[in-house]
């Protein structure tokens, strides 16, 4: 019982056709489904055997349990507490998003969110927190309050886009929110990203790349989260007793598309430094190149980065390769060897031990873990 109608939800179908493929010999039951729809006539007397589900509403949650079958959940609804559930890590999402906007220089943001999902309400409580212990404010639109008339919630989130001191960063709960902010931009006469920078999440490529200006979006992991859920429910359909655990999958990376392609600092020796870094990160590069790149010392390039950007310059070198090194481990098959050296490394065993310490996972592991 997973919906169809955007791309999270058919690659979590996707990792679990992955999971059948591998494992078992299922015989998969799926029918269109709408988030948030009512519960299926049909699974009142369905003679099934399993459950995956993303349980978003109470009639969801009520139906499943009548059913009586193992189940999975997938929502971070919190409908089903007794029920295993895998979701997508919020506050790592957010992280992303905020590090990514903060990366661009942005020092006034947004959060427009929808306050009927709770994954939604999560995302923006944690992404307000990081920016808050970033020295920052962040306002907030919700879409939720206009459900239903699009033409009004464009209108009313023109107007608060307006009011949001410039340049801005807006962080869109998910790509279709994000889509809206672009669009309202557009018709409140905001220039994308000279003026708002906007983020949204899921990486739907047709959404993001059908977007004026393309949308820059977080990376998911829902193929994972979908195979891990299969394989789950595999264990409960053969008798394993499996405690109402919460797992949580963390995304990949960030999709920097048109939206979010500016450099914003008030400080033009610093613009002009991350500049040359994103430029020239992966040749490779040290702190005393970007030092012979503008007129300062290394000591007062180190001071003004870390009052505008809160980072050195060595930290930005090493998160612009390892930004690189999670796209190619995640898609592409290069070899270690071969990305070591495409992003300014020396050796690749000294790539695997900083991408672990910086990440927690081996880069083998990483990609084992990216979507399919």
Same mark, same amino acid.
């Given at each position: 019982?997973?919906?169809? @109608?955007?791309?999270?939800?058919?690659?979590?179908?996707?990792?679990?056709? =992955?999971?059948? %493929?591998?494992?078992?010999? /299922?015989?998969?039951?799926?029918?269109?489904?709408?988030?948030?729809?009512?519960?299926?006539?049909?699974?009142?007397? /369905?003679?099934?055997?399993?459950?995956?589900?993303?349980?978003?509403?109470?009639?969801?949650?009520?139906?499943?349990?009548?059913? =009586?079958?193992?189940?999975?959940?997938?929502?971070? =609804? *919190?409908?089903?507490?007794?029920?295993?559930?895998?979701?997508?890590?919020?506050?790592?999402?957010?992280?992303?998003?905020?590090?990514?906007?903060?990366?661009?220089?942005?020092?006034?943001?947004?959060?427009?969110?929808?306050?009927?999902?709770?994954?939604?309400?999560?995302?923006?409580?944690?992404?307000?927190?990081?920016?808050?212990?970033?020295? *920052? !404010?962040?306002?907030?639109?919700?879409?939720?309050?206009?459900?239903?008339?699009? @033409?009004?919630?464009?209108?009313?989130?023109?107007?608060?886009?307006?009011?949001?001191?410039?340049?801005?960063?807006? *962080?869109?709960?998910?790509?279709?929110?994000?889509?809206?902010?672009?669009?309202?931009? %557009?018709?409140?006469?905001?220039?994308?990203?000279?003026?708002?920078?906007?983020?949204?999440?899921?990486?739907?490529?047709?959404?993001?790349?059908?977007?004026?200006?393309?949308? !820059?979006?977080?990376?998911?992991?829902?193929?994972?989260?979908?195979?891990?859920?299969?394989?789950?429910?595999?264990?409960?359909? %053969?008798?394993? !007793?499996?405690?109402?655990?919460?797992?949580?999958?963390?995304?990949? =990376?960030?999709?920097?598309?048109?939206?979010?392609?500016?450099?914003?600092?008030?400080?033009?020796?610093?613009?002009?430094?991350?500049?040359?870094?994103?430029?020239?990160?992966?040749?490779?590069?040290?702190?005393?190149?970007?030092?012979?790149?503008?007129?300062?010392?290394? @000591?007062?390039?180190?001071?003004?980065?870390?009052?505008?950007?809160?980072?050195?310059?060595?930290?930005?070198?090493?998160?612009?390769?390892?930004?690189?090194?999670?796209?190619?481990?995640?898609?592409?098959?290069?070899?270690?060897?071969?990305?070591?050296?495409?992003?300014?490394?020396?050796?690749?065993?000294?790539?695997?031990?900083?991408?672990?310490?910086?990440?927690?996972?081996?880069?083998?592991? *990483?990609?084992? %873990? @990216?979507?399919?």
């Amino acid at each position: 019982m997973i919906e169809t @109608s955007n791309a999270y939800a058919r690659s979590l179908l996707q990792g679990i056709i =992955g999971y059948v %493929r591998e494992h078992a010999t /299922w015989s998969l039951h799926l029918m269109e489904q709408t988030r948030g729809g009512k519960p299926p006539p049909w699974l009142a007397d /369905w003679e099934g055997d399993g459950i995956i589900a993303r349980i978003e509403s109470p009639r969801i949650a009520q139906a499943v349990r009548l059913a =009586g079958l193992p189940t999975v959940n997938l929502s971070a =609804g *919190f409908f089903a507490p007794d029920l295993p559930c895998l979701e997508t890590d919020d506050v790592q999402i957010a992280r992303l998003a905020a590090d990514h906007l903060l990366g661009r220089g942005v020092r006034r943001f947004g959060y427009c969110g929808d306050a009927h999902f709770a994954w939604s309400r999560q995302r923006g409580e944690a992404f307000r927190d990081l920016i808050k212990q970033a020295g *920052f !404010s962040c306002d907030e639109f919700t879409v939720s309050k206009f459900r239903g008339n699009l @033409s009004r919630q464009i209108a009313e989130l023109g107007r608060w886009l307006q009011r949001l001191p410039k340049p801005a960063g807006v *962080f869109a709960c998910y790509d279709i929110v994000g889509q809206q902010v672009l669009d309202a931009c %557009r018709r409140a006469g905001l220039v994308v990203p000279e003026e708002i920078a906007v983020i949204g999440v899921d990486n739907d490529q047709l959404i993001c790349e059908l977007s004026r200006p393309q949308l !820059s979006s977080i990376i998911l992991n829902a193929h994972r989260t979908g195979h891990e859920a299969a394989a789950l429910l595999d264990r409960m359909m %053969r008798g394993e !007793s499996v405690p109402p655990l919460y797992q949580l999958v963390p995304p990949v =990376g960030v999709k920097q598309r048109q939206s979010t392609n500016i450099l914003t600092t008030e400080d033009p020796v610093v613009a002009r430094a991350l500049r040359f870094i994103r430029e020239h990160a992966c040749h490779p590069i040290n702190v005393s190149d970007v030092v012979r790149a503008v007129p300062l010392s290394r @000591s007062v390039l180190e001071k003004r980065f870390l009052r505008q950007l809160n980072r050195t310059p060595h930290d930005e070198i090493l998160n612009v390769r390892l930004g690189i090194v999670r796209q190619l481990l995640s898609e592409t098959k290069l070899s270690l060897e071969a990305i070591a050296v495409r992003t300014g490394f020396e050796h690749p065993e000294y790539l695997s031990v900083v991408f672990k310490r910086e990440t927690g996972l081996c880069p083998r592991d *990483f990609r084992k %873990r @990216s979507p399919g």
